[in-house]
């Protein structure tokens, strides 16, 4: 039985799609006033990739102009989410897990932690750990709470979307993963367990 869970927060937690406008409408509007090189179309898709993927990762493939990008940053990091934000559906599931929960989340620290604050569920956690994707990644950081914490890699199962991160560290570090994938986006990736939803995460932790 896993007690030990490792969960990550964005289109796991809860999805950004409903939370759209609470999220992303003021940076939308303020990367709108910036010049940033890139054509209206490709402003479009990246405004959709943005909703799944760092934000770092989404200007480097869309080619945002360096020089604006330390504005940017700068906007990112004292960003906070003010308007609460609905769990997913599904959320009810992870909360009932019995044993003890992390969130590990990439991003920016401020805008992570108002994001737990403003879905209303920091107390369903023993921790929250925001990763700073320019200098770490989640990998080290799992590495971290189990040496901080003396976990047993066995107790552990990491549930996330995002087969090119927790899922793929989880593996190469031994432990146990549930890809959570409702898209059918990585059909083909690798995880210990997997569901399009959470209604067989209990069964996968040995809790069901």
């Given at each position: 039985m896993k007690r030990i869970?490792?969960?990550?927060?964005?289109?796991?937690?809860?999805?950004?799609?409903?939370?759209?406008?609470?999220?992303?409408?003021?940076l939308y509007r303020f990367l709108e006033s910036l010049d940033l090189g890139i054509?209206?179309?490709d402003f479009q898709l990246a405004k959709q990739d943005m909703l799944k993927t760092p934000f770092l990762k989404v200007a480097k493939k869309y080619g945002f102009k360096e020089e604006v990008m330390p504005e940017?940053?700068?906007?990112?990091?004292?960003?906070?989410v003010t308007k609460p934000l609905k769990?997913?559906?599904?959320?009810?599931?992870?909360k009932s897990l019995t044993g003890r929960k992390f969130i590990v989340t990439a991003g920016f620290p401020k805008q992570q932690q108002s994001k737990v604050k403003?879905?209303?569920i920091a107390d369903d956690f023993e921790e929250v750990h925001v990763v700073d994707v320019s200098t770490t990644?989640?990998?080290?950081?799992?590495?971290?709470?189990i040496d901080q914490h003396h976990l047993n890699k066995a107790d552990i199962l990491i549930i996330g979307d995002d087969a090119e991160s927790e899922i793929k560290f989880g593996l190469e570090l031994g432990i146990s993963t549930f890809l959570l994938d409702p898209d059918n986006l990585h059909p083909n990736a690798e995880s210990t367990f997997r569901?399009?939803?959470?209604?067989?995460?209990?069964a996968a932790a040995g809790q069901a």
């Open positions: 869970f490792f969960i990550d927060l964005d289109n796991t937690i809860y999805f950004t799609k409903p939370n759209e406008e609470q999220l992303m409408g003021e054509s209206k179309e940017v940053i700068s906007y990112l990091h004292n960003r906070e769990p997913s559906e599904d959320y009810h599931y992870i403003m879905l209303g990644n989640k990998k080290k950081t799992f590495e971290m709470l569901g399009n939803d959470l209604s067989n995460l209990h």
